[in-house]
């Protein structure tokens, strides 16, 4: 077994661990071995719902969702895709779609969800509000504790995410977060699900392969 195999034979081997965790935890949850057979699962999600969400998830991005749905008939809500003037519009449309998509910013071996975000738009769909929503991660975000899940936000996520979107913060720069006060700072919205909310239908999908950031 290669240096490869060997990574994926660990993320393989957290991430059902992190599966049965939150089952235990109320959600709905599978493993996917493959990024291919997790696009055929959230497609097969995606057949039920005329109003579909997309919470600017790269993982999401990367499985070509949304190409796959357009000419669909079904209403896409993506905030990314649409002039600055439909943003707000969009992200509300977001709160009240059939389905709502996204991923997550880490996944603890006991089953929460751990999340930033800079308008609360995406933490907000997650808890409550769309009819199902649909969160996929590769496993690589499967972390020990939340404490590690907030650690990876700082160290990784956020200061990667603000060079993808081209903001001009100082971990855009530096690459490590600053703690800083730049109006342009997304750490401002933190979300840490213990238990699925007993009002909300969620799905947690993890990849046996890297996703995301």
């Known amino acids: 077994m290669g240096r490869v195999e060997i990574g994926l034979w660990q993320l393989e081997v957290r991430a059902k661990k992190c599966v049965e965790a939150l089952r235990k935890n109320g959600f709905d949850a599978g493993f996917y071995p493959h990024a291919e ?3 055929t699962r959230v497609l097969a999600e995606c057949e039920r719902a005329e109003s579909i969400g997309f919470g ?5 991005q990367d499985l070509g969702i949304f190409e796959a749905l357009e000419g669909k ?6 905030h990314g895709r649409v002039p600055s003037e439909k943003k707000a519009e969009t992200r509300l449309g977001q709160l009240t779609c059939d389905l709502f998509l996204t991923g997550t910013n880490a996944v603890t071996l006991d089953g929460c969800l751990v999340n930033l975000d800079m308008n609360g738009n995406r933490t907000n769909a997650m ?3 769309p009819k199902k929503t649909v969160v996929v991660a590769g496993g690589q975000k499967v972390v020990s504790d939340v404490g590690e899940a907030l650690r990876r936000i700082k160290s990784v996520a956020a200061p990667r995410n603000t060079k993808r979107l081209k903001l001009s913060t100082p971990c855009a720069t530096s690459g490590f977060c600053e703690d800083c006060d730049s109006p342009q700072r997304i750490c401002r ?3 840490i699900i213990e ?4 009002h909300s239908d969620i799905t947690v999908l993890l990849c046996g392969e890297p ?3």
Request: glycine share 14%.
């Open 211 to 213: 996703m995301g950031l």
């Open 195 to 198: 238990r699925k909310p007993p």
């Open 127 to 129: 808890t409550f509000g």
């Open 37 to 39: 057979s997790l696009r």
């Open 189 to 191: 919205v933190y979300s």
């Open 73 to 78: 008939g079904k209403r896409l809500l993506d």
């Open 56 to 60: 600017g998830s790269l993982s999401i």
